[in-house]
């Protein structure tokens, strides 16, 4: 018998429609144990309530504690770990979980739905199914998002759309796989295995980092004003992540990290080809974001700053799969 405990955070998994249409947060995700034990014999379901927060409403504080919550289910020495999570931020929860949970030794699984896990048609029971398959069955041990069938990399996770059934999409990475009729397919090899490690936490973050849109209509001064008393920034610069020629003082005199991604969904950063590059790469407190989206970019380098030690070198550094 292999065992998952399924953490619940609230997210609309955890609502249900009124006669009026309006989803309100009263259902408890728990309620689809049964459901899940007959769909998926051999495999036994602990749920435990963590909070109940629309996702629009977790913040760095709310990862911390999801983080810990993990580290008490892990400690039960389960097969492995769902999260029941809103899918507004899921994707920025993920990404912190993958920085903070070190030396992980089993899938750590978050997965949601788009219709409210309460309501008769929705898809909260095909993805806590295949979420649950996912932490008790893979042979990684990763933190990934599994919804509408693909299993997604956390840190490379993102919501793409709005309110389709299949939301997220992998950045610049191929998903580890799918779960197609309950049989997990693994389309990527590199996932760190299953292991005997004792897990650590890395929970520590400087939350005042700031992620900014060159737009063309940018000024010096607004940048400056965005940058003022931040710990560091990421920068989400046009093209393969371009920085106009008159904004880039204002950067040098910031003097603090700054992480250079683009604004382009797929493809990442890749300066270095035109001459312009040069001064850019050249700016001492730049760093090369590379294929990161800057919403993972953002969250390690809220995570990388308490660190210590060589900032730069740790946000080149491949932690979770994050930089191919």
Not at 63 to 77: N, R
Not at 84 to 98: K, P, R, S, V
Not at 147 to 159: L, P, S, V
Not at 283 to 299: F, K
Request: net charge negative; with cysteine; hydrophobic share 45%.
């Amino acid at each position: 018998m292999r065992k998952v405990i399924v953490l619940t955070t609230g997210g609309t998994i955890g609502h249900r429609s009124e006669k009026s249409g309006v989803a309100v947060m009263d259902f408890d995700p728990a309620g689809l144990a049964k459901v899940m034990e007959r769909a998926l014999p051999g495999i036994e379901l602990e749920f435990r309530d963590v909070m109940r927060k629309g996702s629009m409403d977790i913040g760095p504080d709310d990862w911390i504690v999801i983080a810990t919550a993990v580290a008490d289910a892990v400690a039960s020495d389960p097969d492995g770990v769902v999260i029941a999570h809103g899918t507004d931020t899921m994707h920025y929860t993920a990404a912190a979980l993958a920085f903070m949970l070190r030396d992980l030794p089993v899938p750590v699984v978050m997965t949601g739905s788009m219709i409210p896990g309460g309501d008769p048609n929705s898809d909260s029971i095909p993805n806590l199914g295949d979420a649950i398959t996912v932490a008790a069955r893979a042979e990684f041990a990763e933190v990934c998002v599994v919804f509408a069938g693909a299993i997604i990399r956390g840190c490379r996770a993102r919501k793409a759309h709005s309110h389709a059934i299949d939301a997220f999409i992998s950045i610049n990475a191929p998903s580890i796989g799918a779960v197609e009729g309950g049989r997990i397919v693994i389309g990527d090899t590199s996932a760190k295995s299953r292991s005997t490690s004792a897990l650590r936490l890395v929970t520590a973050l400087d939350t005042n980092v700031v992620l900014i849109k060159l737009t063309p209509n940018m000024t010096p001064a607004a940048l400056a004003r965005q940058l003022q008393g931040a710990s560091g920034a990421v920068l989400e610069g046009t093209g393969v992540g371009h920085i106009r020629t008159d904004l880039q003082p204002t950067l040098v005199a910031f003097g603090k990290p700054v992480v250079i991604t683009t604004q382009t969904v797929q493809g990442g950063e890749k300066l270095g080809a035109y001459d312009a590059d040069v001064a850019i790469l050249a700016m001492p407190n730049v760093i090369p974001g590379g294929d990161m989206s800057s919403d993972t970019a953002l969250v390690k380098l809220m995570w990388a700053l308490p660190q210590g030690g060589d900032v730069k070198a740790l946000m080149r550094t491949n932690i979770a799969g994050e930089i191919g």
